[in-house]
């Protein structure tokens, strides 16, 4: 039928695996604590479901074909992971690259609308994030974590930004928030002690938390 199931959990340290031409989906935990290396992924894969990496602590190279959607945690605790073919995912879920500590850079795709809550919390190497201007909305504590991340253009007509969403990311120092947010969450810079942030909107609009910018 397409799908890759679970079938890989005890694949050797440091395997390296080719999936084959035809599979369109890597089903939920298929790869998950299978100490796989590299992977390569055909470009009939467009969906890589919940969980199918999690915690494939060596996994250091994939590629992703274009126009893939990711599930919930599909790369959450790869901690070898450095870098991905963002631009080819059209979408992603909640957790999806979560604690990828690895990570340096994640440019993501036009046309993407939404950063899932908690997308790309506690990656730690994180340092340079470009979000489209299609972006509408910028979930819970997306980028909580995110201490190396020192620069962030948030999109003209973001409309909601999640409680906790750049939390703990030290390394900010100006954010400019556009006149379109109607929706802010609580605490979105909390620990970011030298941060400076500038707001579009002339008065704090009623879909803003009081403690918006609690630090």
Known sequence: DGVLKNFFEYVCKKAEITVPD??????????????????????TVKSIEGSAFLSNFYLCEINIPVGCKVGESAFMGCNSLMRLDFKNIVSFGSSA????????????????????DYSFGYCYGLC?????????????????????????LLP????????????????????????SVKFAGGKIFRRCKNITVYCEADEKPDGWADDWNVT
């Open 128 to 152: 340079r994030v470009v979000i489209p201007q299609t972006v509408k909305r910028i979930g819970e504590e997306a980028f909580t974590g995110c201490e190396k991340l020192f620069e962030i």
């Open 97 to 116: 690259f979560n604690d990828c500590a690895s990570l340096r850079e994640a440019e993501l795709a036009d046309g993407l609308t939404e950063i899932a």
């Open 156 to 179: 003209t007509e973001l409309e909601e930004i999640g409680a906790l969403a750049f939390a703990e990311c030290r390394g900010l120092k100006e954010v400019i928030i556009p006149e």
């Open 22 to 43: 035809g599979v369109t989906t890597i089903g939920e935990i298929a790869f998950a604590d299978s100490n796989l290396c590299k992977i390569t992924l055909p470009e």
